[in-house]
């Protein structure tokens, strides 16, 4: 992670203690070496810092405390001295160009940097402790009248290698509201880990405890597979093999290009699962004939797919599934007035979208890889169906 942008990183760090060293502190009638070397000390850790997390030879350190800790540093120390040293150029650059004297960019970088810090500190305790219950309803012609009224929880982008001991109780409060909800059916859409499957251990009993009528399905997301590590076929392999493994320990029905039928008074609907079917870099494994290998075509289907950039390019043109259900995206993180940086990469992003009468929902999803959220609140998804 780091690895792949630590270049930026290293500007981002040190650029701002320049302009700044340069602009004010060499601007003092007293400016003792001693004094130098206390204001460039913190810079020099995060410099140092960052080029150690980069030779990591995974995706992230094996202890996701020590990234934790580097990204809170750079939001609270780093970025407010560069969002305030750039309102000071832009100050200085409108002084020169103009012939002024008042750089009022000072002014506006300091608020700006005290809101950085806000934010940042906001966004890591209560913004990702934060958790909604989102109600939707679907109606569709083609669900059975055994089935209207049927209502089915979604919850998706897990990573619970992100809580460890500290954001354990986000997790603990999602899986009760989930069981609050006395669903008929629970759908988990992917990226219960973030590397491997050791991070599931510790919250085994606790996954194993939800419940619904007609018993809970899954699929597998991007961070499900093992191309976050750098290991050996066999070791990734077995990675594999153990998560398929631990959720089928949790009593989960993990569905791989495969799908189940629930009955109702002789009426039925399907459960579809895809494996993830994403755009380069993330893995494409989906097979969406087999998916829907032995389905009637005038069955009504919820597909599970956890990338929603596959509805369009597969799911549409390929398949009669009425109802989609996706995460991936976990809504940017970031929300601000109804912007999120999700939107640049993804066209379907956040909340539910149709085309015709079929639909997608999109959860926001109940963790991250980065514990943060502003504006987009960890969320599980209780979804009521319609006779249209």
């Not at 650029?15 to 913190?42: A, I």
């Not at 669903?183 to 991070?199: I, S």
């Not at 069955?299 to 390929?318: C, E, G, N, Y």
């Not at 109940?366 to 960890?378: C, K, Q």
Request: a positive charge.
């Amino acid at each position: 992670m780091i690895a792949r942008i630590f270049i930026y990183l290293l500007i981002f760090i040190t650029l701002p203690d320049l302009y700044l060293d340069r602009r004010f502190l060499r601007r003092r009638t007293r400016y003792l070496w001693w004094q130098r070397v206390l204001w460039w000390l913190p810079g020099a850790f995060m410099f140092v810092y960052t080029i150690v997390l980069a030779t990591s030879r995974n995706f992230a350190p094996d202890s996701m405390l020590v990234l934790d800790i580097y990204l809170l540093l750079l939001g609270v120390m780093v970025a407010p001295k560069f969002v305030f040293s750039a309102c000071s150029f832009l100050g200085w650059a409108h002084c020169r160009f103009h012939h002024t004297h008042n750089n009022w960019g000072n002014l506006v970088g300091l608020v700006a940097a005290v809101a950085v810090d806000v934010i940042v500190i906001y966004g890591c305790t209560i913004g990702f402790s934060r958790l909604d219950i989102r109600h939707v309803e679907y109606s569709s012609p083609d669900l059975p009248e055994a089935f209207d009224g049927y209502k089915i929880v979604q919850f998706s982008d897990a990573h619970v290698g992100t809580y460890g001991s500290s954001h354990a109780s986000v997790l603990r409060k999602a899986v009760d509201s989930i069981n609050a909800q006395n669903a008929d059916l629970v759908v988990f859409t992917g990226d219960v880990q973030n590397m491997e499957p050791k991070e599931l251990y510790q919250f085994t009993p606790l996954l194993s405890s939800i419940r619904a009528k007609d018993g809970i399905f899954s699929v597998l997301g991007n961070h499900d597979y093992a191309q976050y590590i750098k290991a050996s076929d066999e070791k990734k392999a077995a990675n594999e093999c153990e998560l398929v493994s631990l959720e089928q320990q949790f009593g989960w029905d993990l569905l791989m290009n495969s799908n189940r039928a629930i009955r109702r008074n002789g009426d039925s609907i399907v459960i579809a699962g895809m494996e993830n079917d994403g755009r380069p870099p993330f893995p494409q494994k989906a097979d969406i004939r087999k998916t829907l290998a032995g389905v009637n075509g005038n069955a009504f289907i919820v597909m599970l797919q956890h990338d929603p950039s596959a509805w369009r390019r597969t799911i549409l043109p390929k398949s009669k599934a009425q109802l989609t259900l996706s995460g991936h995206t976990h809504a940017g993180q970031l929300k601000i007035f109804g912007w999120s940086p999700a939107a640049i990469s993804y066209e379907e992003w956040y909340g539910m979208y149709y085309e015709g009468d079929r639909a997608m929902n999109v959860s926001a999803g109940v963790g991250g890889f980065i514990p943060f959220r502003l504006g987009a609140s960890n969320e599980i998804v209780v979804i009521t169906l319609r006779k249209k």
